[in-house]
């Protein structure tokens, strides 16, 4: 059974700094399990879940261009672990932060087999 497991989330100020850890009880790009991307998504209360950034195992992260430029999935993760960076947090990302495996690079929730629990995240003005 696959589990992914995030940290690090809290409470913080308006320009202030988190970084979420998500650990995987598998190796995270497998062909056993068809996995080959690991993602970030957020929710916030009364919202859908909303993409955040994505890494396979070839290619650069991608972000969505409300975090672009202030949220980064540094390059040397784990094989089962995966990180992101959030720097000059705003209010606006306030958010239950999950991790997601896929089976390919997407910006769909649908596209992700495997989910963690969540991590919550909130961002004071």
């Known amino acids: 059974q696959v589990q992914l497991v995030e940290s690090g989330g809290g409470l913080v100020q308006a320009g202030g700094s988190l970084r979420l850890s998500c650990v995987a009880s598998v190796r995270a790009f497998s062909t056993r399990l068809s996995t080959s991307a690991m993602a970030w998504f957020r929710q916030a209360p009364g919202t859908q879940r909303e993409f955040v950034a994505v890494k396979d195992w070839i290619g650069t992260p991608y972000y969505s261009d409300s975090v672009k430029g202030r949220f980064t999935i540094p390059e040397d993760n784990a094989k089962n672990t995966m990180f992101l960076h959030m720097n000059s947090l705003q209010p606006e990302d306030t958010a239950v932060y999950y991790c997601?495996?896929?089976?390919?690079?997407?910006?769909?929730?649908?596209?992700?087999?495997?989910w963690g629990q969540g991590s919550q995240v909130t961002v004071s003005s």
């Open positions: 997601a495996l896929g089976r390919s690079r997407s910006t769909s929730a649908g596209s992700y087999d495997y």
